[in-house]
């Protein structure tokens, strides 16, 4: 059984690009949620996407948008960076059997100068 | 809305001690709670959770935690603790229906002292 992956690992941007993390969800599971964690803290809900459609979001700006494939794999994409948005982004995978466990991936560590 | 509370930024702990790490949750809804440890570099890993039936539940690691609904905690123990179990801790809650939104707390960094 696969776990979940996120590419890539690490990523140096400057202040106004964009960004595009993915992450592949472990096998069986249709539910994808992002989080942001920032240096010292909990991690933050972004959103979550269940069967290609946003289920829920927490309080982030509409730069930060996602998609969710056939495959149940995501993209979170940021636009118009800026140095707050340095951190770690994970992504967790889940479905209704799993009893609300979500499974995480490593993390990407987003840098914005 | 729901809310986490961990009042212990940093425990510092003697190996072989026992060691407590304090978790209060706030929600209007039934919740699921967790606990997940974190190590430096890496993502998440659950420890433990809370569904429903028993109030105690236990990791294969020798972690255990307690449900205690009239005081809305949900605190984490270990008897005797080793130098892996550094690391840091979040105590985590979501709702028991609708959509997986978990909320976390601000962590825990539980230091082993040899």
């Known amino acids: 059984e696969t776990g979940v992956t996120q590419s890539p690992t690490h990523l140096i941007k400057t202040r106004g690009q964009q960004v595009t993390l993915r992450c592949s969800s472990q096998s069986g599971h249709n539910t994808v949620s992002w989080y942001q964690q920032a240096l010292g803290q909990g991690p933050q809900f972004i959103f979550q996407?269940?069967?290609?459609?946003?289920?829920g979001r927490g309080n982030f700006p509409p730069r930060f948008s996602g998609l969710q494939f056939p495959n149940y794999s995501s993209e979170l994409n940021v636009n118009a960076l800026e140095l707050d948005d340095s951190a770690l982004y994970l992504c967790?995978?889940?479905?209704?059997?799993?009893?609300?466990?979500?499974?995480f991936g490593p993390g990407t560590r987003l840098t914005v100068l | 809305a729901q809310s986490v509370t961990q009042l212990d930024s940093q425990v510092p702990v003697f190996e072989e001690a026992p060691v407590e790490l304090r978790c209060n949750y706030s929600s209007s809804v039934s919740v699921y709670l967790f606990w997940y440890v974190q190590y430096p570099n890496q993502g998440l890993q659950l420890l433990l959770k809370?569904?429903?039936?028993?109030?105690l539940v236990e990791s294969i690691n020798g972690f255990e935690a307690e449900f205690n609904k009239s005081q809305t905690s949900f605190h984490l123990r270990k008897p005797s603790v080793h130098i892996s179990d550094t690391a840091e801790y979040f105590c985590?809650?979501?709702?028991?229906?609708?959509?997986?939104?978990?909320?976390f707390g601000t962590g825990t960094k539980l230091q082993v002292i040899p």
């Open positions: 809370y569904l429903s039936g028993s109030t």
């Open positions: 967790a995978s889940s479905s209704w059997t799993s009893g609300n466990e979500q499974f």
């Open positions: 996407y269940y069967r290609e459609e946003e289920n």
């Open positions: 985590a809650v979501s709702n028991s229906g609708g959509y997986q939104k978990v909320t």
